[in-house]
C-alpha cells in the first residue's frame, strides 16, 4: 500500500471562549457591587457609554412640563426653558434682598471677597463633610498615643514601645519578662512594672501573656478579681469540659453564684485586640425583593438600587464616524460600540436570569416563606435548572453571591439549596436545613431530668417521619455548638 499525503474536509462544532463571554460569565456570578463597580470603569473607558438617568426620580422631577412648575417658580422656570429674561418689574427676581441677612455672608454684602465658585479662595473643591472625617486610628496608634501620655521616663517608654511592637493581633505578648528584660538590658522586675501599667491602657487586658492573664485584668479593672473569681481561673479547663460540680467544689460557692461568675466571664474579652482594626461588615444589599400580594401571592421583582443604567449613545457614535479621519479612528469606535453593546445586553441578560431563577425558587420554597424553616423543602440546581431550561453551572453561577429580600430576612439565593434526607417507608424527603432546626428545637424544649441523647432523638425523627442515621444526627448536632448529652445533662443539673 503507497503512502502518500492527501487532503481531507472535515466539518465540527466548537464552543470557542472570547473574551466577551468569559466577562459575561464572570458577570453573571459577580455580586452587584463588583458589577457596579466594573461599569464604573467601563463608563471611563468607553466614551460611547453614558448612564441612564431617567429612572432618577430627581431627574424626574427636573423633567416637569412647564405648566407643573411652582407659581412662585413660574418665571424662572420659563427664562430657563425660552432663554427669555423677565423685566425689571417680573417677580420673583426684583425681590430686594437688602433687609435679608445671612449669618454666613460675608461683610462686603452678597458675593464680596468670593470666587466665581463661591470659595473665598476662587478654588472648585467641593468636596464632602465625609471627607473631613478623621481617618480610623489603629490599634497601635492608639496605644502609641496613651505610652507618650502614661511613661514619662526615658527607659520605660523604651521598654514600652518595644513591647508593643512584639504585641500580636489578639493583642497577646506571650513572651516572658525575663526573655524582654535580657533582649533589652535590664532587670526583670522593670520590665513586669512596664507591663503592668501597659495592662491598664484602653483596651484593658493587652500585653497578657495568656488567657487567665487577660482576664484577671479585665476582672481587677472592674473590681470583681476575688479569691473566688481566682479559683475559677485557675481552673479554666473545668470551665470548659462543663464540670460544673467540680468548679463549686475547687471555688466553693453554690450553683447560683458560680453561674453569675461564669456570667461575668463571658462579658470579659479574651482577645481585646482582635476586633479593634477589624472593618466594619459589608451592609449586604439585596438583588431581588419579594413581598406579599393581597390575593396571597408572591411578587418578585429586581431591586432597582442595584441595577446598572447604561445606554449606548449612537448619536455621538455617528457624529464621531462622520468625523473620523484615519482607519484606525474608525475601528477603535467600531470597537467601542461594539463593546458597548455587549455591556447593556449582558446586563440585560444578567437581570433576567437572576430574576427568573429567583421565581422559580420562590415557588419552590413557597412552606419557607408562609411557615418557617421547618417548611423548607429539599432543593438542589438541577431542579430549578429543568424548570427554567438552563444549566446546573448557570444556576450555580446566579445564585452565588446574590441576595433576596423576604418577609423572613435577607438570605442568599444559595441557602434554599438543601441536601435531601430520605423519608421512612418510602415518604417525602426532608430538608438536611429543616432537620437542623428540628434537632435545634427538640433540644431547647428538653427537660433536665430527661436529656436527649442523640438515638433518643433519631428514634424521635424515625416516629415523625425522617429516616437518619445516629452519627448524622451528631454531625448536625456539633455544626449547630450543641455540646453532647453528657454536658448537657452536667449543665442542666447543677441550678436543679
Known sequence: MALGPRLDLRQSQSLVMTPQLRQAIKLLQSSNMEVTAFVEEELERNPLLERDERGDPRTAADERAPEAAPPEHADAHAAATTGEIPSEAAAPLDADWSNVYDADMPAGGLGAGMGSGGRADFSDDLSGIEEMADARVSLREHLGEQIRLTFHDARERLVAAQMLA?????????????AIAAAMGCEETFVAGVRARLQRLDPVGMFSRNLRECLAVQLADRNRLDPCMEALLDNLELLARRDLRGLMRVCGVDSEDLAEMISELKRLDPKPGANYDAAPPPIVVPDVLMRRLENGEWAVELNPETLPRVLVNRGFHARAVVGAKSRDDRAFLAERLQSATWLVKSLEQRATTILKVAAEIVRRQDGFFRHGVAHLRPLILRDVAEEVSMHESTVSRVTANKHIATPRGTFELKYFFTTAIAGTQGGESHSAEAIRFRIKE???????????????????????????????????????RIPSSVQRKREKAVPA
Not at 431530668?449 to 448524622?472: F, H, P, Y
Open 166 to 178: 512584639m504585641v500580636d493581633a489578639a493583642g497577646r505578648l506571650p513572651v516572658g519578662d525575663d
Open 442 to 480: 427538640m433540644i431547647a424544649q428538653e427537660h433536665p431530668d430527661d436529656v436527649l441523647s442523640d438515638d433518643a432523638i433519631v428514634e424521635r425523627l424515625r416516629k415523625e417521619g425522617v429516616d437518619i442515621a445516629r452519627r448524622t444526627v451528631a454531625k448536625y448536632r456539633e455544626a449547630l
